[in-house]
């Protein structure tokens, strides 16, 4: 082998410790590089200059293999392709924001955090909305371990290598001016500035490659490859915006950790400020807005956050959003097109809504050739009908929606449209829910059915390999399923004689049906569909009352002791159980085998736990534990699954109904708030005692 440039000796003449000298030494200098071109955007060397660095570190990996590790630079050029991209659970749930188009509901907000928290000096973190794709990554002692798609915010895909390729994601946290704690997780945004994207689409369409439609599009398929060297092919940034769960260093506001970020290299959004009232963030807004066509990237809106941490543990989040941030959007874009036609879709649910199809127009960068009416009321109130001009727009920048019609002087109109008083899908009689028309034919209306069978067998209900879109159409139109508890009774003769079937297929599928007769309570809550009943919730059903029939025999108020039930989810979760249609179906299923599982306790042990007990039931069932700090004992998300086994809640912020807070090194600001309420406190050691000697280890 030869040397890269003249005066330096060939990398493999170099005794290992010769080469590990300059190999270390060489990381530092293009991780350097690295964040001044692609996080500071202040290059101080040529790419000339740059490329020969990096050639020369790769050189002496390739003649040192022993010295190359997961976060050198080098490894940004990609790995071998996946077979598949695997499923990762979030150290802390990704969730959504509220969001409000109007100054007067930030204001409500901001009324309700003053009042909530008794303060008038409130500070709101300001930054700009990205539209991109959510990303979480996890630092373990400095280097980064895993990235991890939002997916439904609790368990995403896992990227990790993808996600090493992108320049502006540090794989080694800088600790020049901060030491990196021992475990960090972020939360970020994936986005392909505007500029990049269209050189993208340039190059796509000189290949003869069809360009992408937008960026946000484009990002995501590009973080999902099953081939990283794809992926480093595509001019990715990731901007981090918020510290989601950190061991090791301690903040007490929100711009204190993001501050942090870019000390340990990551790169933030552009115009992040501080304010202290309504007035300053529409100020915000409006000066964004004002820019938002000559932006080099997408945006929707801004984000209001409350500065301080501690007040945020006060304040909770919903099963769907922190209560201490909003989400304050533009309005969104705006085009003008003509009504073709007005149908009515069937959903999964059984609303019937009416969709218009459009000729198709482009809308911020998308054709849109349909839009959704949305329901009943809103039909009458827009007057809108086929063969009108009507301006349409993308909510949120991204479902197409009829804003209103757009008047014609002189040109005759279409009859008004009245909802069918019938299921176009199964004929039955649809009811009236307030502006919806439903069909209450829930479990064997077909267009219903093949969205919940779809449902049913998706990731996180019962998770049934083989059981897509594509194949519960087919059984529902091919008459082998004429109800959900019908899948339960296919066989490899019903299959094999279908379109895409043959003998292996039609077996791993029945198997895999077959093996789902067990499966946890929360999961065929999932599956089921129930209105209001995502995957929180269900974790949270399936934790407090254990079994199908103690929830289906709830009353409301039993169901809103849960934290995070409310009265309108208890009553949507009650008013669908006692559908005489439901229960009737529920019946048939459970009639099929279903075991549900929960995570309840048995002899004074979890589900599948053998040998010496973890305590009796009265030590766990129903206490809330809230766990902080950096743990030396245990893992975190099996001192989680432990202590749900047990049928403890594991909850996130301490409140007067915190029965225990588990701290372990720098506690921060929990373990002040556990005092302060007087709430027990456990350390490591007491915790492993009341567990038992088993507990820690399983």
């Known amino acids: 082998m030869t040397a890269d ?18 190999i270390a030494s060489l990381r530092v ?20 200059a740059y490329d020969a660095l990096f050639r020369r570190l790769q050189a002496l990996e390739a003649a040192h ?39 007067d509901a930030v204001r409500r907000f901001d009324e309700r955090m003053r009042k909530a928290l008794e303060d008038d000096e409130i500070r709101y973190v300001l930054e700009p909305k990205l539209d991109g794709a959510s990303l979480e990554l996890v630092y373990v002692d400095g280097v980064l371990g895993r990235a991890v798609t939002r997916g439904n915010g609790r368990v995403g895909e896992g990227v990790t290598e993808n996600v090493r390729t992108i320049p502006s994601v540090p794989l080694r946290l800088r600790e020049d001016t901060l030491p990196a704690p021992a475990l960090l997780s972020v939360r970020g945004e994936a986005i392909m500035y505007l500029g990049d994207f269209e050189n993208l689409n340039q190059r796509r369409i000189e290949a003869g490659e069809p360009p992408y439609q937008n960026p946000r599009n484009a990002t995501s398929g590009a973080l999902r490859q099953l081939d990283s060297r794809v992926t480093a092919q595509r001019p990715l940034t990731v901007l981090a915006y918020d510290v989601m769960a950190v061991e090791g260093a301690d903040f007490a506001t929100d711009s204190e950790g993001l501050a942090a970020l870019k000390a340990w290299g990551l790169r933030t959004p552009d115009r992040i400020e501080v304010v202290g009232s309504v007035e300053a963030i529409e100020e915000y807004h409006r000066g964004f807005d004002a820019d938002r066509e000559s932006l080099d990237y997408e945006i929707d809106g801004v984000v209001v956050k409350l500065d301080a941490l501690e007040p945020r543990e006060r304040m909770g989040s919903t099963s769907h959003h922190p209560r201490w941030a909003i989400a304050y959007k533009f309005e969104p874009r705006k085009e003008v097109t003509r009504i073709d036609r007005i149908f009515v879709s069937v959903g999964r649910t059984g609303v019937l809504t009416p969709v218009a199809l459009l000729r198709p127009v482009e809308v911020g960068g998308v054709t849109v050739s349909r839009a959704s009416l949305h329901n009943r009321e809103e039909l009458e109130r827009k007057d809108v009908r086929e063969g009108d001009q009507v301006r349409v727009q993308r909510a949120g920048d991204v479902i197409p929606q009829v804003v209103e019609r757009i008047e014609e002087g002189g040109r ?18 649809p009811i009236e829910k307030g ?18 069978i779809t449902h049913f067998g998706s990731r996180n209900a019962l998770d049934i390999e083989g059981l897509g879109s ?3 159409a087919l059984l529902v139109d091919e008459g082998l399923v004429e109800e959900l508890a019908d899948i339960f009774d296919l066989t490899e003769e019903d299959l094999v004689p279908l379109e895409g079937f043959a003998e292996v297929s039609a077996r791993n599928l029945v198997a895999a049906i077959g093996e789902r007769r067990t499966v946890e309570l929360a999961r065929l809550l999932v599956g089921l569909g129930i209105p209001e009943v995502g995957v929180t919730v269900a974790a949270d059903l399936a934790a407090h009352f254990r079994s199908v029939d103690a929830i289906r025999e709830a009353a409301p108020e039993e169901m809103e002791e849960i934290h995070g039930v409310g009265t309108k989810m208890s009553a949507a979760v009650r008013g669908f159980l006692d559908e005489p249609r439901v229960s009737e179906a529920l019946d048939r299923l459970m009639a099929k085998g279903i075991e549900p599982t929960s995570p309840s306790v048995r002899e004074g042990k979890p589900d599948g736990a053998e040998g010496e007990s973890m305590g009796p039931e009265s030590d766990w069932v129903g206490k809330r534990v809230v766990l902080t700090g950096a743990l030396e004992t245990f893992s975190r998300s099996e001192l989680k699954d432990t202590l749900q086994r047990l049928g403890a809640r594991v909850t996130g912020s301490v409140s007067s ?15 002040a708030r556990a005092r302060e309420l007087d709430v027990a406190v456990l350390d490591e050691d007491e915790l492993r005692e009341r567990l038992g000697a088993d507990a820690a280890t399983r």
């Open 412 to 429: 005759e109109r279409g009859d008004p449209f009245v909802m069918p008083d019938a299921c176009p899908s199964c004929g039955t009689e």
């Open 65 to 103: 293999p022993s010295l190359a590790t997961p976060d050198s630079p080098t490894q940004r050029v990609g790995a071998d392709p996946l077979e598949s991209l695997p499923n990762v659970e979030h150290v802390v749930p990704m969730l959504s924001l509220d969001s409000a188009h109007e100054i």
């Open 435 to 452: 502006p919806f028309t439903v069909c209450p034919n829930h479990f064997a209306c077909r267009a219903q059915l093949r969205g919940r």
């Open 657 to 671: 109904r915190t029965d225990y807070v588990v701290v372990g090194a720098n506690p921060g600001s929990k373990l």
């Open 29 to 48: 200098e293009v991780d350097r590089h690295d964040r001044l071109y692609h996080a500071e955007a202040a290059p101080e060397i040529s790419d000339s």
């Open 470 to 472: 594509e194949t519960a």
């Open 5 to 22: 440039q003249p005066g330096q000796t060939a990398p493999d003449t170099l005794s290992r410790e010769e080469a590990a000298t300059e």
